[in-house]
C-alpha cells in the first residue's frame, strides 16, 4: 500500500516528528498558566475566608499599653486584653467595650477619678477654674454641657460619637460631631483635650 520511496518516507516522517514536537511545545507554553491559575484561585479563596487586620493604638490605665495588630471584627474588650488588661485603676464604665476596633484610632481606657478630700468638691476631671481644659474622653454628660456653646442635645451627641468610635483621637475629630461645626469646634479647642 505504501509504494513511496525510502527517502520520501524519511521526509513525512521528519515532518510528522517536527509538528508533534511542535504542538508539543506549543501546548506545553499554552500549559503554563494552566497550573498556575488554580494555585491563584486557591489563594483568592483563602483571602475572602481570612478576616484583615487592623492597626490600633491602647493606652491609658492599662498593664501594656502600645499599638497592636487586631482582627478586623475585633472588639474593643479585645484590644484591652492584647493590653494586658485593665489595671485596678481603670474606669471601665467610660469605655464601651462591645464597640469594634477600627483601623488607626486610638482605645483609651481612663483611669478612676477620685474625689476630693473636702467633701463636695468637684470630681479630678472637671475643670477648678476657667482656662483648665475638659477631658472629652471622659467628661461626664453634665461637664461637657458646660461647656460655651454645648447644650444637653451636642453633649450627649458627644457621648454617643466617643462610645461609637472608643474615644477620640484628638480634639478635632469633635468636627465629626453632629451639631458641631467650624465655629464652634474653634472655640472648644481651648477648653478641652484628649
Given at each position: 500500500?505504501?509504494?513511496m520511496p525510502p527517502r520520501q518516507l524519511a521526509a513525512y516522517g521528519a515532518a510528522l516528528a517536527?509538528?508533534?514536537?511542535?504542538?508539543?511545545?506549543?501546548?506545553?507554553?499554552?500549559?503554563?498558566?494552566?497550573?498556575?491559575?488554580?494555585?491563584?484561585?486557591?489563594?483568592?479563596?483563602?483571602?475572602?475566608?481570612?478576616?484583615?487586620?487592623?492597626?490600633?493604638?491602647?493606652a491609658g490605665a492599662v498593664r501594656r499599653p502600645g499599638v497592636y495588630r487586631m482582627r478586623a471584627n475585633a472588639r474593643v474588650d479585645d484590644a484591652v486584653g492584647r493590653?494586658?488588661?485593665?489595671?485596678?485603676?481603670?474606669?471601665?464604665?467610660?469605655?464601651?467595650?462591645?464597640?469594634?476596633?477600627?483601623?488607626?484610632?486610638?482605645?483609651?481606657?481612663?483611669?478612676?477619678?477620685?474625689?476630693?478630700?473636702?467633701?463636695?468638691?468637684?470630681?479630678?476631671?472637671?475643670?477648678?477654674?476657667?482656662?483648665?481644659?475638659?477631658?472629652?474622653?471622659?467628661?461626664?454628660?453634665?461637664?461637657?454641657?458646660?461647656?460655651?456653646?454645648?447644650?444637653?442635645?451636642?453633649?450627649?451627641?458627644?457621648?454617643?460619637?466617643?462610645?461609637?468610635?472608643?474615644?477620640?483621637?484628638?480634639?478635632?475629630?469633635?468636627?465629626?460631631?453632629?451639631?458641631?461645626?467650624?465655629?464652634?469646634?474653634?472655640?472648644?479647642?481651648?477648653?478641652?483635650?484628649?
Amino acid at each position: 500500500m505504501l509504494d513511496m520511496p525510502p527517502r520520501q518516507l524519511a521526509a513525512y516522517g521528519a515532518a510528522l516528528a517536527a509538528v508533534v514536537l511542535l504542538g508539543a511545545w506549543y501546548l506545553s507554553r499554552g500549559a503554563d498558566p494552566a497550573p498556575e491559575s488554580p494555585p491563584a484561585a486557591i489563594e483568592v479563596e483563602r483571602d475572602d475566608g481570612r478576616t484583615e487586620s487592623v492597626v490600633v493604638h491602647v493606652a491609658g490605665a492599662v498593664r501594656r499599653p502600645g499599638v497592636y495588630r487586631m482582627r478586623a471584627n475585633a472588639r474593643v474588650d479585645d484590644a484591652v486584653g492584647r493590653a494586658g488588661g485593665a489595671t485596678r485603676r481603670a474606669d471601665l464604665s467610660q469605655v464601651n467595650l462591645a464597640a469594634q476596633v477600627e483601623d488607626g484610632r486610638q482605645v483609651l481606657v481612663p483611669a478612676r477619678v477620685r474625689a476630693a478630700a473636702a467633701g463636695g468638691a468637684a470630681p479630678a476631671g472637671t475643670p477648678a477654674t476657667p482656662g483648665v481644659p475638659l477631658n472629652i474622653n471622659t467628661a461626664t454628660l453634665e461637664q461637657l454641657d458646660e461647656l460655651d456653646g454645648i447644650g444637653p442635645t451636642t453633649a450627649q451627641h458627644i457621648l454617643d460619637y466617643r462610645e461609637e468610635h472608643g474615644g477620640f483621637g484628638s480634639v478635632e475629630e469633635l468636627g465629626e460631631v453632629p451639631g458641631i461645626g467650624d465655629v464652634r469646634l474653634a472655640s472648644l479647642r481651648e477648653q478641652v483635650r484628649v
